[in-house]
């Protein structure tokens, strides 16, 4: 049978063993058509073998692998994670597949960018004896000079790191008991959400196979739609689509509307409230009704639930309806429509819109928190600017300077964001405005 060993410092890897395996991972069917995914790879097992992986930073990826410029700003702009979140899959998927006979493995742990090697040792079974046999001394990859200070303070740099995400697992075993550590400039925020109340509910959208189009669409996506008698589905006189548009037109999609920006969302928020030592609970959205939502702190992803737009609503602030967030009383320097934009030759999303609303639920103790993209994109954008304690600490303050005192911070709110839309993937994040919602 065959045992995988895990690092010590008794052992070595070379970094032509490294170079071997890494050239088997990116001719696999999962790394060999993705470019810029085998670039980052690559890149940062080079820079394992050189010592100076823990000295790589998110900045130097999204700027110099995903060629997003000296401007690149890691809180705005998710590339760089979401990359690493889909080489995290994709050597998974390479181990229980092609690789599953490797000796070699090549892992990129959540929580940071650093590479970890590990051997698989073949070992034959101790027929001899009921109790396993004693595991071999584990390989690590060698560096040299050993005795460098410099290594030293990168193998510790390292050892914390592994230390924070061995500390993140703990806190998601022990998630019924822990205390709430949220950073300081994200606690106002999610404070409602943390213990000692119960796990919140996230309810994801669930979204027709052919989705209606909408007014937020371009007119070449209207006119190639399919039109269909509204009277000719009765299975959908209960969803919001049949409520809002004025007639069926049915478009084929593959990007804006299959919820991919809200399951990317649901991770962020699992891993940012398992930090807090709180779980949580999801549900399709097609199984939960407004009672359920009413028993206790719910989140409600994407804008298409079956009740949500006819039950949470604040109609002197931002509106999301049919497409489009509408701004029925603007400030100065608003817009009273916000739509989403498209690239005029590709016809591809290229800007989304997001709208954030903090409610209060039947008890004033808990919160229903929805989050609404126009599309896909929008949603994980605004998913991504609420589980950042800085991008929080700006919401913050633009809500005290919202308030009508300009001093208190309100329970209960609305935010609007904008994002850049680039190859379905959402980049830079903006607040645009914010509103107060009277208690």
């Known amino acids: 049978m065959s045992k995988q060993v895990h690092e010590s410092m008794a052992g070595t890897i070379s970094g032509a063993e490294v170079r071997e395996q890494l050239k088997r991972v990116l001719l696999s069917r ?16 080079e820079q394992a073998i050189a010592g100076k992986a823990c000295e790589v930073n998110e900045y130097t990826l999204g700027s110099d692998i995903y060629e997003r410029g000296p401007d690149f700003n890691s809180h705005e702009d998710s590339i760089v994670r979401v990359q690493a979140h889909e080489i995290r899959k994709a050597l998974v998927a390479y181990y229980e597949e092609q690789g599953l006979h490797d000796r070699l493995r090549i892992d990129l742990p959540a929580g940071g960018y650093v590479p970890v090697f590990t051997r698989i040792e073949e070992r034959p079974p101790d027929l001899g004896s009921e109790a396993p046999p004693a595991a071999k001394p584990a390989a690590r990859l060698s560096i040299s000079p050993l005795g460098s200070v410099w290594l030293v303070a990168a193998s510790l740099v390292c050892a914390l790191a592994a230390g924070w995400f061995l500390r993140d697992l703990l806190n998601r075993n022990r998630a019924d008991s822990a205390p709430g550590r949220l950073p300081s400039g994200a606690a106002w925020f999610w404070a409602p959400f943390l213990p000692p109340a119960p796990p919140p509910l996230v309810v994801l959208p669930v979204h027709p196979i052919l989705r209606a189009a909408h007014g937020g669409d371009t007119p070449a996506t209207w006119n190639r739609g399919i039109e269909i008698d509204k009277e000719k589905i009765p299975e959908f006189r209960d969803t919001i689509h049949f409520r809002e548009l004025p007639q069926f037109r049915f478009v084929p999609d593959l990007t804006d509307f299959t919820a991919i920006g809200e399951s990317l969302g649901l991770l962020d928020i699992s891993d940012f409230l398992a ?102 994109e929008g949603s994980q954008a ?58």
């Open 30 to 45: 999962h790394f060999v058509k993705a470019k810029k995914k085998s670039r980052f790879l690559e890149f940062m097992c």
């Open 275 to 376: 930090s807090a030592g709180q779980k949580m609970r999801a549900n399709s959205g097609r199984l939960v009704d407004y009672e359920t939502v009413k028993s206790g702190n719910t989140i409600l992803l994407g804008g298409n639930q079956a009740w949500s737009g006819r039950i949470f609503l604040y109609t002197d602030g931002f509106q999301f309806h049919n497409g489009v967030i509408s701004n029925k009383k603007p400030l100065p320097g608003e817009q009273s429509v916000y739509r989403p934009e498209f690239d005029p030759v590709t016809g591809k999303l290229s800007r989304d819109y997001a709208l954030v609303l903090m409610l209060p639920n039947e008890r004033r103790n808990q919160r229903v928190l929805l989050l609404y993209g126009i599309y896909t």
């Open 382 to 439: 605004a998913i991504e600017y609420l589980t950042n304690a800085d991008r929080l600490a700006e919401l913050r303050t633009a809500l005290t300077n919202g308030s009508p005192d300009h001093k208190s911070l309100p329970r209960y709110f609305q935010a609007l964001l904008s994002t850049s839309v680039e190859n379905s993937v959402p980049g830079k994040v903006s607040l645009v405005s914010t509103r107060t919602i009277p208690e």
